[in-house]
C-alpha cells in the first residue's frame, strides 16, 4: 500500500528566509512525487512534479523538491520565502496506472505554512 | 483555456438525502478522478473514470457512485448522507495517454450534512 507522511504540521517562517517542508513516501515501486499547493477555500495547485530522471526538480514559485530513493524522500525548498507563499502544503504519491486507468494519488497531511512578516 | 470547473461550490443536505456533484475536466482532458478532503486532511481518492467506466476505486461505500459522460464530463453521487460525509469534494482530470500527465483540480465543492 502506498503512504505520505508529512512530519510537521504547522511550520511558521519569517519572510525571506528559506524553507524545507518534509515529506516522506512509501511505494512498492518506482514513484510518481508531486507537491500541491492549497489556499482557504481553494483547490489544488501543482508546484511540481517528479515522474523520472533528474533528482532535482524545479517547480513554479521558486519552489525546487528533491527526489532521495534512499531515504524515500521528496522535501520541499524554497531559498526565500514571500508573505503570499503562506498556504498548506500537500506531498503525494502515485503510481503508475494499468488496465486502463491512470494513476491514483496518496496525499499526506499536509503542512500550514505561517510567514511573519 | 477553462481549467477543471465543478459545480456547485457550496451545498448543504440534510442526512438521509442524496446528492449530486458535477464536474467538467480540463480542456483535452480524457481521465477524471474524484476525491474527498474532510477538513484539516489531505484528500482521500473516491474513484476514477476513463472512457465512461469507472476504472478503479478507494475504500469507499457503494454509497458514492459516480458516472462519466460522452463529452468526458462527470457526476459524483452520494446516497443516504451522513454527518462524516461533509467534506470538500475535489475532481482532477488527466489525460490517460499521456503517461506523465499531472492531475489539474478544480476548486471544489464543499457539502455540508447537516
Known amino acids: 500500500a502506498q503512504s505520505v507522511t508529512q512530519p510537521d504540521i504547522h511550520i511558521t517562517v519569517s519572510e525571506g528566509a528559506s524553507l524545507e517542508l518534509r515529506c516522506n513516501y512509501s511505494?512498492?515501486?518506482?514513484?510518481?512525487l508531486f507537491w500541491y499547493v492549497q489556499s482557504p477555500g481553494q483547490g489544488l495547485q501543482l508546484l511540481l512534479k517528479?515522474?523520472?530522471?533528474?533528482?532535482l526538480v524545479q517547480g513554479i514559485k521558486g519552489f525546487e523538491a528533491e527526489f532521495k530513493r534512499s531515504q524515500s524522500s521528496f522535501n520541499l525548498r524554497k531559498p526565500s520565502v514571500h508573505w503570499s507563499d503562506a498556504a498548506e502544503y500537500f506531498c503525494?504519491?502515485?503510481?503508475?496506472?494499468?488496465?486502463?486507468?491512470?494513476?491514483?494519488?496518496?496525499f499526506g497531511k499536509g503542512t500550514l505554512l505561517t510567514v511573519n512578516p | 483555456d477553462a481549467g477543471v470547473t465543478q459545480s456547485p461550490t457550496h451545498l448543504i443536505k440534510t442526512r438521509g438525502q442524496q446528492v449530486t456533484l458535477r464536474c467538467s475536466p480540463k480542456?483535452?482532458?480524457?481521465?477524471v478522478s474524484w476525491y474527498q478532503q474532510a477538513l484539516g486532511q489531505g484528500p482521500q481518492f473516491i474513484f476514477q473514470?476513463?472512457?465512461?467506466?469507472?476504472?478503479q476505486r478507494g475504500n469507499f461505500p457503494d454509497r458514492f457512485s459516480g458516472h462519466q459522460f460522452p463529452n468526458y464530463s462527470s457526476e459524483l453521487n452520494v446516497n443516504a448522507l451522513l454527518l462524516g460525509d461533509s467534506a470538500l469534494y475535489l475532481c482532477?482530470?488527466?489525460?490517460?495517454?499521456?503517461?506523465?500527465?499531472?492531475?489539474?483540480f478544480g476548486n471544489g465543492t464543499r457539502l455540508t450534512v447537516t
Open positions: 480542456s483535452g482532458h480524457d481521465t
Open positions: 473514470y476513463y472512457e465512461e467506466e469507472e476504472r
Open positions: 517528479y515522474f523520472s530522471g533528474d533528482t
Open positions: 503525494a504519491v502515485g503510481g503508475r496506472g494499468s488496465g486502463g486507468s491512470n494513476y491514483k494519488l496518496t
Open positions: 482532477a482530470s488527466s489525460l490517460i495517454t499521456g503517461g506523465s500527465s499531472p492531475l489539474h
Open positions: 511505494y512498492g515501486a518506482t514513484p510518481y
